[in-house]
């Protein structure tokens, strides 16, 4: 049966919203949202801790009680307990393990469940608010930093409770001692605070850079067959390594003060242990301690640099986590360009009809239009007539059936108007899998909307066909092959409402002609909206619209087709 303390397996439905005001009120959201992992993490690294600060003292009775001759009895007994501690130690550490992989575990879960979920809110809008660059980042090197921060919490803490009881009995035995213990411990912690805020803001430049050279190679490796056409490999090359040898000295930078952090680490803590052992040596000459006594300072002056080096491992951490968590925050806080009504008007039932009043635009229900309009105005006349408007805009509402497209709800939206557009990608997977993802469908819709695309070739030449494994972007596919498979996709998933930007583009004049009858039939009795010029699509349309580039609606273009 699987520990349910230590399962992961939690569903996105059922993670809360994140706290992503600031990044130590992220941090503490994920401690309150599942604190039993770190809960037990701190009680096991507790145990794990106090046997090894025990164990000198331990020793050092044990000389006592030889020197002051009281047999063999009282040294195996001592000796006794030091072993009992030792085999709890050993039994807190093997716990202690499962606990921090478990409380680390959670972190990483709950962190990529909710960018996971951020990233789907967002859905289009992600490409004009964020770099791909620094969504890749977080969700690779900002989660893992968050859960190493989760996973030193549990020895950090047991190490503060060692520290503090060694304190004490030291305290206990000599004040002199003690003083000097609980003196110089904390200040060998705060010596390295200094170092923190330096190695902090070098953390920040580095992960700057590494999200600027993410998106760069993501760019790069995507328009790899285009770059080669044009000749522009090698410059985009000397680019990429500029920014590579920026990400480089930021790494270099952020690695020499941490190596500093480290180095302070290790030589604070052992000068209060040279410190702690010269005075309890002369101590120890003047009588006023046991030699067994003297023994039991050094082993605990000794053990007191782990704690230290815990806590500087638990400051680097946790400094690191906060600048992990504030780019997690920076990609929560991102708001999706679509709202959810307050009352959400329910769409008719089937098909549907588009009219934007701004800009003239109307899309009979069930029938096929081709709107002509300059290139670079497609991509924002399709966002019209498929996203609500955002905050702030004033223009009139596109209309969907007679409901505004800001009073339906976005669910209901999603599910009966797609928009297609040549920038869409094919994600990895096998082909089949990549096609049917939206919703299960039989081997003849497949079949028919491949057909419809004049993309059955693409799969026949494909080593297993549809079972084939496709690489992220569908990067071994030529462009036309690329954009009939997207558009397959797009036919499959038979939405009331269809919006295709441009969608023959990269393929040739004969693999067009073919395509655009095989989709106005496959489309027949749903409505269709096509942005092209090609005169190929004003063919078949039932309706064409001329824009011009102040987006004023032209007149019709009876000659193209009229609604019968």
Known sequence: MTNRLFDASVAPAAVPEADARGPWAYLWWLVRVRPWPLVLSAVLGTVWMVPLALIPLVIGRAIDEAGQGAGQAGVYLWSLFALGLGVLQALAGAGLIQAAVGAEAHALSYTHRVLMRQVVRLGGALHGKARSGDVAASAAADVES????????????????????????????????????????????????????????????????????????????????????IGGEADFAERFRRTSQEVRRAGESAGRMEAWLQAAGVFLPG?????????????????????????????????????????????????????????????????????QPAHPQPLPPGPLSLVDPHTGITAEAGRLTVVAAPADLAGGLSDRLTHPGGPGDDTPVTRLGGVPLDRVDLTELRSRVLRSRPADTLFSGTLREELTAEAARSPEELDRALFAADAADVVEALPAGLDTYVDEGGRALSGGQRQRLVLARALLAASDVLVLEDPTSSVDAHTEARLVERVAALRAGRTTVVFSDSPLWRGVADRVIRLDADRAPGRPDRSAGVPS
């Open 271 to 339: 000068l209060v242990t040279v410190g702690i052992v010269w005075l309890g040596a002369r101590l120890a000459l003047q009588g006023t301690i046991t030699a067994g006594e003297l023994v039991a300072f050094y082993g605990a002056s000794a053990f007191l640099t782990l704690p230290v080096s815990t806590a500087t491992e638990a400051a680097e951490t946790l400094s690191l986590a906060k600048v992990a968590a504030g780019r997690v925050c920076t990609l929560l806080r991102l708001t999706p360009g679509s709202t």
């Open 146 to 229: 968050i859960g190493s921060a989760f996973e030193v919490v549990g020895r950090t803490i047991g190490a503060v409770f060692a520290a503090a009881l060694v304190a004490v009995a030291l305290t206990a035995t000599s004040p002199v001692l003690g003083l000097a213990v609980l003196i110089g411990v904390p200040a060998a912690v705060l010596g390295i605070g200094p170092l923190l805020r330096p190695l902090q803001e070098r953390d920040e430049a580095q992960r700057e850079h590494m999200g600027v050279a993410t998106s760069q190679a993501g760019d790069i490796v995507a328009g790899l067959r285009i770059l080669r056409g």
